[in-house]
């Protein structure tokens, strides 16, 4: 009878180590597959709708009537001197011009 729980009390403590290292390799992988968080002073910058006017405004003719922000892009809508109005993409985090229609 002792030898029987001697055996069983040296399986268990060959076991649980092996069952911690498990669980570690499973905390460690579950880590990587999470994405980061970010906190709240590390959001993306964005840039604000005045910003997005003067990107537009530079080297363009014209005048500025409004900005609409959405989302990851600003779109600005101008006025040509010969009276087309346009709608001018620009990128919310950049500040790049995408595109004009």
Do not use: C, H, K
């Not at 460690?28 to 964005?46: A, F, K, L, V």
């Not at 600003?74 to 993409?89: E, L, S």
């Not at 620009?90 to 011009?97: K, L, N, Y």
Request: hydrophobic letters at 40%; a positive charge; proline letters at 5%.
């Amino acid at each position: 009878m002792t030898r029987l729980r001697v055996l069983f009390l040296a399986a268990l403590m060959t076991a649980a180590p092996l069952a911690d290292a498990v669980a570690r390799d499973l905390d460690q992988s579950r880590d990587q597959r999470e994405e980061p968080r970010q906190r709240p002073d590390q959001r993306e910058q964005r840039i604000s709708l005045a910003e997005a006017e003067r990107s537009v405004r530079a080297g363009r003719p014209g005048r500025y009537l409004n900005a609409s922000d959405r989302g990851n892009v600003i779109v600005v809508r101008w006025a040509y001197p010969d009276g087309r109005i346009a709608d001018i993409t620009v990128d919310a985090r950049s500040g790049r011009i995408i595109g004009e229609r």
